[in-house]
């Protein structure tokens, strides 16, 4: 049985007293005042002024609200949706301190971009709180750089999501991705992209099952490193000669993080993101039976510690900006329908309620990252990067009232079983984390651990 561990209140202000704020790089005790959805005051000694409700935050730390920036809700798969709606997702994500989140636009081939967009919008109005989402170009037709520069100038949209991978349905080649990127660079608009180098993985998923080697032991040897790293270096050129600015998901090897940093040392405009689990979990967790190994099958694969070191050693070096989750879970009847061909198995799994304790406490707690860094990689820079700023991202006068108040003592052990994601799998199981939120708020709505 699920335990509903947060009880939700929507009221007008909120007056959060003596709490540890994160303002200008520093954790400061003050009030904060929340009036319609906004941040009005920030200050000591702010005097009850009526119809707030108040609440005590001696001891806890106040953040701007978590942003991830890659989740897959309700996303139509060969094996189904993917396990968390726009609903249950953002409720997951808000019992985590993620205040809004960014998922996406991938129209059928055949199919408008402006048509999937406005589907899209109207299957997000069921989330707890604000969402962007980043268009997928999945073809190039006589219509795609209209509807881009449409979505840019009467849509509000920003960023665009290209796949190297998956070439048989959603992927675009090369000279396809130049001219989606050339417009998009034109137009102000920024590329994320996924970057697998598609004919070889095909290459050896074709190699191994000839072999007899159906095991999803066998879906890492089907992407080693190179080949995301091939595709990296790939995509850095294609957005020099194109002059747009891009955004690589998921990074995992340190082969990729060397061709990302040699094009930012030369002023590149080339952001990355990476993710938990390739910060947290390694290559040996498929050396198990089916049903444990399956629910890891995800693209790029798990990786080994020599990148999982170079991953947290980036966001360090400000090399990485962004850690998203590319939240996308799949129930274990889902993950059965690959058990005699792990080229079957959907990719993907859940993790958006757990980003920001996680990071807390490897990153924080063991002295990975400064907290300045995990408020960086968890908020601040996805909204500068993907135009949420200065509404989300920071806390001042004016922003949105988007904030996570963060019990730093706060423990839980990750389970399936407690957890809101709504999915019987959870690839932390047994983690223990400390730091979670006490409260958050988004807008107007107060969610407390209860
Ligand atoms: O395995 C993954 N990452 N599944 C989600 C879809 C994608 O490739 O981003
Ligand atoms: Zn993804």
């Not at 993710?275 to 990786?303: G, I």
């Amino acid at each position: 049985m699920r335990l509903s561990v947060f009880a939700s209140q929507e009221m007008k202000n909120i007056l959060l007293k003596n709490g540890q704020i994160y303002i200008n790089d520093q954790l400061v005790e003050n009030d904060l005042l929340i009036s319609d959805s906004k941040i009005k005051k920030i200050r000591k000694n702010i005097s009850i002024e009526g119809d707030e409700e108040t609440i005590d935050c001696t001891g806890l730390q106040i953040f701007p609200g978590g942003i991830d920036p890659h989740v897959h809700l309700h996303l139509p798969t060969p094996a189904g949706f993917s396990a968390d709606d726009f609903e249950t997702g953002s409720r997951a994500s808000i019992a985590g301190g993620t205040t809004s989140f960014i998922d996406f636009v991938t129209p059928l081939c055949g199919q408008s971009i402006l048509d999937a967009l406005y589907l899209r919008k109207q299957e997000a109005k069921k989330s707890l709180c604000d969402v962007k989402l980043h268009v997928s170009p999945v073809e190039w037709t006589n219509h795609t750089e209209k509807e881009i520069i449409h979505c840019i100038h009467n849509e509000g949209i920003k960023s665009f999501k290209v796949y190297m991978a998956y070439q048989s349905t959603i992927g675009l080649n090369d000279e396809d991705i130049f001219k989606v990127m050339k417009v998009i660079g034109k137009y102000g608009g920024i590329v994320t992209i996924h970057c697998e180098v598609d004919e070889i993985i095909e290459k050896y998923r074709q190699q191994l099952l000839s072999e007899g080697k159906i095991s999803p032991r066998y879906h890492p040897l089907s992407r080693p490193n190179f080949v995301e790293a091939d595709a990296v270096k790939k995509a850095i050129e294609l957005a020099k000669h194109a002059e747009c600015p891009i955004y690589i998901v998921h990074v995992s090897t340190h082969e990729a993080l060397d061709h990302i940093h040699g094009a930012q040392s030369k002023g590149q405009p080339v952001y990355a993101e990476t993710c938990p689990q390739y910060l947290l979990l390694e290559e040996n967790l498929y050396d198990q039976p089916f049903d444990q190994a399956c629910r890891y099958v995800m693209s790029p694969p798990l990786r080994k510690k020599e990148d999982r070191e170079a991953l947290w050693q980036a966001i360090a070096d400000g090399i990485i900006q962004t850690v998203g989750t590319d939240h996308c879970p799949f129930t274990l009847e889902q993950k059965r329908l690959g058990k005699n061909d792990f080229t079957k198995i959907p990719n993907g799994a859940g993790g958006v309620e757990h980003r920001m304790s996680l990071l807390y406490t490897h990153g924080v707690l063991q002295n990975r990252i400064s907290l300045q860094e995990f408020i960086e990689i968890t908020s601040t820079n996805a909204a500068r990067i993907f135009g949420w700023y200065p509404k989300k991202g920071i806390i001042q006068k004016g922003s949105d009232a988007d904030l996570v108040v963060w019990d730093p003592k706060a423990r839980q052990r990750i389970s399936a079983k407690s957890h809101h994601q709504n999915c019987d799998l959870n690839i932390y199981e047994g983690f223990d984390v400390q730091g979670l939120p006490k409260y958050t708020i988004v807008n107007v709505t107060l969610m407390t651990r209860i």
